[in-house]
């Protein structure tokens, strides 16, 4: 069984960032394509980043672009996300995800992020 656990939120100021974690158990997650998610209050979940096997492949949310780094070390099953220049609108719970096709198949239960102004 997958398990994904995430680290790293927590409560910060606007303009100042965070490093979030995310490690694998239960599968060697390097052939699989990992995300990061998130779900603002009273906001649908919506996608973040995500990181093809090799490295390669990384693609972001238009509101992140710039701000966030998604990066991924397999020799530690562990992909993480590097938020920049945080902002009150990034204030949401983070989940790490994980697929081995064109679905996202394992989750993480989330790390709460909150950027104050």
């Known amino acids: 069984q997958v398990q994904l656990v995430e680290s790293g939120g927590g409560l910060v100021q606007a303009g100042a960032s965070l490093r979030l974690s995310c490690v694998a158990s239960?599968?060697?997650?390097?052939?699989?394509?990992m995300g990061w998610f998130r779900r603002a209050p009273g906001k649908e979940r919506e996608f973040v980043a995500a990181i093809g096997w090799g490295g390669g492949s990384v693609s972001y949310a238009d509101s992140v672009k710039g701000r966030f780094t998604i990066s991924r070390d397999n020799a530690k099953n562990t992909v993480s996300l590097q938020m920049d220049s945080l902002r009150p609108e990034d204030t949401a719970v983070y989940y790490c995800?994980?697929?081995?096709?064109?679905?996202?198949?394992?989750w993480g239960q989330g790390t709460q992020v909150t950027v104050s102004s």
């Open positions: 995800a994980g697929a081995w096709d064109t679905t996202w198949r394992y």
């Open positions: 239960g599968r060697t997650f390097e052939s699989d394509r």
